[in-house]
Each structure stands twice: as C-alpha cells, then as structure tokens.
C-alpha cells in the first residue's frame, strides 16, 4: 500500500515583478506585471507504506512547497496527489487525522501552559478515547524519557527537551505517516542521537511511514535507506543511499603506511591492470584511489599485502554530504 501518490504534481506561483526607476514605480501603480515561478514541477513521487525517506535539496529547490502540498497546507496548481488514501486539500478534515508533523522551527505545543496539558488538548482536539490515549502516551513518555518534562511549561524547555515532547504530541493520535521538517536542528549530538534512535523504534515497532527533509545528511544517513534529491523543483534523484555513492562517489581510498621504505612505482606494480591511482604522501605513507564499479578494495589490499610489508591500513568512503555537494556543484545527475 502506498502512503504517498503524487504524479505530475506541480505548482506554481505568480510573483510581482517591479519595473526600474521612479517612472516605473508610478506605472507598476495602474499596471503592475506579474511572472510565473515553478516552485515543483511536474514531480513523480511514490512511498510505501513503513518507508523512511529522506528528501534533500538545496535551500529553493523546492523541498517546503512540495511538504505543504503533501500536507494540505497548499493546493496543487495541477497534477494527481494522495496521500494516506486521501486528498490532502479537499479532504483536509479526514486526512489530518492520519499524519502528524514536526517543524523543527515551530511548535505545536502551547507556549505557556504545561507539557502534559498540551498532550490533553490535542486529546480533544483528535478526539482520542481515553483507553486509547493513555496507554500509547505513557509509552511514548517512557521511550522519549519525557516524565520530568510533563509539569513543566514549554516555554522553559530546552530546544533538546522541545523537540522531544514535540514528536510525542505529533504521535499522540497515532499517525500513519509523519512527515519531519528538520527535527534536530539545533540539537547536541546525544539529543540527535535519542531521537534518531526513538524514529526507528517507532517505525519498527508501529511501522510509521516517515519523510525526513533535512540539511543534515547524518541523520538520512542513520535513519533513511532511501534518499530523494530535489532541484529546481525537479528531482533529480530517487534511489538507495549505497547507489548514490557507488555511482557518484569518488571511490574508496586506501592509506597504507608500510614497515619498510618503497618507491611509488613499487606500489603501483602491485597493482598493475587494475584501476588505481596511486599518490604518495611522504615518507612510507601511500594513498590508493580506486575508481568506482571497476577494483575491489579486498582484491587491492591482497595484492598489496602479498608484496609489501604494510604496518596500517584505512579504507576511506567518500561522506554522502560530500557527494551530495558535488552533485549540486557539477550537475552530475540529471532529471
């Protein structure tokens, strides 16, 4: 079953466009122009049901106007759009109840009332009944270490103990689908750790679809095995996170400090016929760099090993954000 459907989605955007000078002022007063921005356009998007997937882009390519269709908050200008079964727009009522959303920079909890009052009113606002409500909210408090947070109110929280108490009020009704919009900006690295932790306990233990847009690649890297990449309002990418770098990394290298003293062109002997590219780096210190898709780095390494007496070795991978910044630099992938 799918949790997303979108075809052809698109939307655009009629912007005023401001003529020059004092002269142009004055006519922009009678006859103002306008012209048309692509803010998504024409994109094919498909999630199952208990996915994780992340969805990245560069700052306007077009990432927030696409959740905001996703969840109701704006209206396609044309293509075909469901999720959880329904018309995120025109079935808003219905369709909220199946989703819960977290904004890393805005909150959804009443600024001055307590954590656990909050927790109440969305309750009500779900109409949730209580046999349901408590038992799933004391789980959520138990795996989200909320408990000493519950009397407080949120205005005197930490952003690390905010974000917490925000995915449990996004889970409170107990959502299908949860879509995440930079859940640990701002957030210290054990903070980023328990959270990333709780989203894969949720989506293992009740199999929560979720979309994870953020500019910290970490966190698709730990929780996503699945990565949609957005330019332009295109996209431009949909695949496995190993794909992307064995297609578009810049291959494994192999740092090798060895016992003995060797030419380079003693090393490169050893790998002879193979494509690798060896530097030399200082005194008994080389680096092998294999292009992708063609050597192997145990076949390497055997080989190097049978003939050189190696004292350390470090196999390096290429970080998906470096990729990712490369692709967006030279424009390697194309829609």
């Not at 996503?224 to 990449?229: D, G, I």
Request: glycine content about 8%; some cysteine; hydrophobic content about 40%.
């Amino acid at each position: 079953m799918l949790s997303i459907k979108a075809e052809s989605l698109t939307k655009e955007f009629k912007v005023f466009q401001s003529r020059p000078g004092l002269k142009g002022a004055f006519r922009d007063l009678f006859n103002r122009q306008y012209r048309v921005i692509r803010a998504v356009d024409a994109i094919d998007l498909s999630v199952n049901q208990g996915e994780m997937v992340g969805y990245i882009g560069e700052n306007g390519a077009g990432k927030s106007t696409t959740i905001k269709m996703l969840t109701g908050i704006l209206q396609p200008t044309s293509g075909q759009l469901l999720v959880n079964g329904y018309d995120p727009h025109g079935q808003r009522e219905q369709f909220v109840r199946t989703i819960g959303v977290v904004f890393g920079q805005r909150s959804q909890l009443w600024w001055d009332i307590a954590v656990q009052e909050s927790f109440r009113l969305l309750q009500k606002v779900y109409r949730i009944p209580e046999q349901d409500f408590k038992p799933y909210l004391d789980r959520m408090i138990e795996v989200l270490n909320i408990s000493p947070l519950l009397d407080q109110p949120v205005r005197k929280l930490s952003l690390g103990q905010r974000m917490r108490c925000e995915l449990a009020a996004a889970l409170i009704h107990q959502p299908a689908l949860l879509f995440l919009d930079e859940p640990t900006i701002g957030l210290d690295v054990l903070v980023k750790e328990n959270i990333r932790q709780f989203l894969k306990e949720i989506n293992k233990e009740f199999g929560t679809t979720i979309l994870l847009t953020t500019h910290d690649l970490a966190d698709i890297e730990a929780l996503c095995s699945r990565v949609v990449m957005l330019d332009k309002g295109k996209i431009i990418y949909d695949g496995g996170l190993q794909r992307l770098r064995n297609e578009w990394g810049d291959g494994k290298k192999i740092h090798i400090e060895t016992v003995d003293t060797y030419t380079l062109s003693q090393l490169q002997a050893q790998t002879e016929g193979m494509k690798v590219h060896w530097i030399e780096e200082g005194p008994m210190r080389f680096t092998a760099i294999l292009e992708n898709g063609n050597a192997k780095v145990p076949e390497v390494i055997s080989r190097i090993v049978e003939h050189v007496a190696v004292q350390e070795i470090q196999i390096e991978e290429a970080s998906t954000e470096e990729i990712v910044r490369k692709i967006y630099q030279e424009g390697l992938v194309h829609a």
